[in-house]
């Protein structure tokens, strides 16, 4: 194809392709070679958003406050929302909840619960490791 950018085409990469279309040679889906990550082809061989996404990239997530709505993972920061379904893909994190190593919103120490809204009155023992073990996941 050329040496434009995803989504891009022309003499100075400057024109969008079709919505969801990846790679192309011209305007219009009968140009699209290839379909954006959240697309796919639909039996009239045109690039459309998969659920859950939109724009003309199909990279605008579906999260709070937008008609759609799917939902973040409640670690997620309600007011901010997410890029994606994941506590990884949280724009920030939720009260009591800060991003592990890896980029993840988990609960602080001594938080638990879906959305990190329960505390931990005793955060040690082995009868606490085995009722939370998904306190950081």
Known sequence: MGSCAWGYWGPRCGSQCATGC????????????NCMEHAYWTPSHE????????GWDCTAYASHGMPGYLGCDPRCNYHDG????????????????????NGACV??????GDDC?????????????????????
């Open 22 to 33: 990846g790679e192309c040679t011209g305007y219009g889906y009968s140009t699209c070679h």
């Open 47 to 54: 690039c459309a958003c998969s659920t859950g996404w939109s």
């Open 82 to 101: 997410c890029y994606g379904p994941t506590n990884r893909e949280c724009k920030s994190c939720c009260n009591n909840a800060s991003r592990d190593n």
């Open 117 to 137: 809204n329960l505390r931990v009155l005793n955060n040690s023992g082995p009868c606490y490791a085995h009722s939370h073990p998904d306190m950081y996941g």
């Open 107 to 112: 609960c602080k120490m001594g938080w638990t």
